[in-house]
């Protein structure tokens, strides 16, 4: 980025920030005021997948809308808690400024990191050291990795933190025999009169190992499973259409074709 493009971008940036504070203000937007940090909450969730989603589909245009209506939940955010006297957007960018620069010590001081793996092992050592001076709650190695974010996700970063300490498979063999191990688990408790809690602790566990094993074999699962299922929304909606309207009054056998057919015909494109 250039200096006269930064500068651009600075000017822009406090321009937002000075909108949002007037939406937030006295005589402001009715909406924009009752907000509280919990309500938006939900709506920084949407725009965030909603990012994923431009991305996935390299729709550029719309990758930059998003990622606008992604950073307008970050001022948000800074907003309200400027207005509850807590802090304001300068604090956050400070605090972003100095952690960027405290966390890459081989581009800002004398540490070396000529590998993407050296660069993990200083980052993770820099966090260890802010953590020292941070009141201590929990000193277990999965302390800080937060039960809130998605499960996929959870699992991943519980799967990196145990592994960085040597609990891990040694390979992805022993995974796929794990996963076939688990399978077995969950077709046992599918009995007649199936124990609910039993079943889904089941479930639970092979979703777990599936997890690890999109880690051992560097893939993001939520992305794998959210690319699966626009998959599952290309090829449904080509059954519908080679169907017509009497698509759901068909038997599963012609479902069955249907879905081959769609199958074939995005393989051959």
């Known amino acids: 980025m250039s200096e006269g493009t930064s500068a651009k971008a600075g000017d822009a940036f406090r321009e937002a920030a000075t909108i949002m504070a007037r939406l ?12 509280t940090l919990d ?14 989603d431009a991305i996935d589909r390299r729709a550029w245009n719309e990758l930059r809308d998003e990622l606008g209506d992604l950073l307008l939940q970050v001022l948000f955010y800074a907003q309200i808690a400027e207005d509850e006297g807590h802090f304001n957007i300068d604090d956050v960018l400070r605090g972003l400024n100095a952690k960027l620069i405290r966390r890459h010590p081989h581009i800002f001081g004398d540490a070396v990191a000529e590998t993407a793996g050296d660069v993990i092992q200083t980052w993770d050592a820099v966090k260890q050291q802010e953590r020292a001076g941070k009141p201590v709650k929990d000193t277990g190695l999965l302390s800080d990795v937060p039960q809130f974010v998605p499960a996929l996700v959870e699992a991943r970063k519980l799967g990196s933190k145990a592994a960085k300490v040597g609990f891990d498979w040694p390979d992805a063999t022993g ?5 076939q191990e688990e399978i077995g688990e969950v077709r046992a408790e599918m009995t007649e009169t199936p124990n609910a809690a039993l079943l889904e602790e089941e479930i639970g566990d092979l979703y777990f190992v599936l997890t690890n094993l999109s880690r051992h074999l560097k893939v993001d699962p939520e992305q794998a499973l959210k690319k699966a299922n626009a998959k599952f929304r290309r090829r449904f909606g080509a059954m ?11 038997p599963l056998e012609e479902k069955d074709a249907l879905w081959n057919k769609a199958k074939l015909a995005e393989k051959s494109l």
């Open 24 to 35: 937030r203000g006295p005589g402001g937007c009715p909406w924009d005021r009752e907000q």
């Open 39 to 52: 309500s938006i909450k939900p709506h920084t969730l949407e725009e965030t997948y909603e990012v994923f």
């Open 175 to 179: 995974l796929l025999d794990k996963v």
């Open 240 to 250: 519908e259409t080679m169907a017509g309207e009497g698509f759901a009054a068909l």
